[in-house]
């Protein structure tokens, strides 16, 4: 029991006793909160979640192109740096990049082609032919177009064509011996 000392308008003190168990509120107060109250509260966490992830995910596309058109144009690079190992004209080859040592080479060796499995270099022996690598697929189709519009200024006179979730970047009129 908990001695509970109470002050009546008279101010004579009286002293009474208190079962540990009763508890004594201001009318109206109520002590923690409903069920009902806390998945309200949860519901709005959420949607503030979902509205930060959502945002999130749509600044983070720009990024992700960025990504794209860097290796894009370091495997454009590549491709004419080849080239000029090989009496100015393109190698013929088509497959895999990773696969061909003189793109391997010209792009630093098997560690720095990690990033570009998947993609494919094309080019027919021919005076008068294309020349043309393809990228790996895409997971998004936002953040391939935005690659697609960063790289096509850079890589001048290169082409960029989607291809289903692939872009193809190509030089027509290329020699490849």
Same mark, same amino acid.
């Given at each position: 029991m908990k001695k509970v000392e109470v $002050?009546?308008?008279?101010?004579?003190?009286?002293?009474?006793e208190v079962e540990p168990s009763?508890?004594?509120?201001?009318?109206?107060?109520r002590k923690g909160m409903t069920l009902i109250e806390l998945i309200l509260v949860l519901a709005?966490?959420?949607? $503030?979640?979902?509205?930060?992830y959502s945002v999130f995910l749509k600044l983070n596309k720009p990024s992700q192109a960025n990504k794209w058109a860097t290796k894009i144009s370091a495997v454009q690079a590549s491709v004419e740096r080849a080239k000029g190992y090989n009496s100015d004209t393109y190698f013929v080859y088509s497959g895999a990049i990773r696969s061909n040592v003189n793109l391997r080479n010209s792009l630093g060796g098997n560690t720095a082609t990690k990033?570009?499995?998947?993609?494919?270099?094309n080019c027919s022996r021919s005076s008068d032919t294309t020349v043309s690598f393809t990228t790996s697929a895409f997971d998004d189709p936002e953040v391939m177009a935005l690659t697609q519009q960063k790289v096509a200024s850079r890589i001048a006179p290169w082409t960029v064509t989607p291809s289903g979730t692939k872009l193809v970047i190509s030089k027509a009129h290329a020699v490849c011996q």
């Open positions: $002050i009546p308008a008279d101010q004579t003190l009286i002293q009474t009763q508890t004594i509120m201001a009318k109206g107060m709005i966490f959420a949607i $503030i979640i979902g509205i930060a990033d570009i499995a998947g993609w494919t270099y």
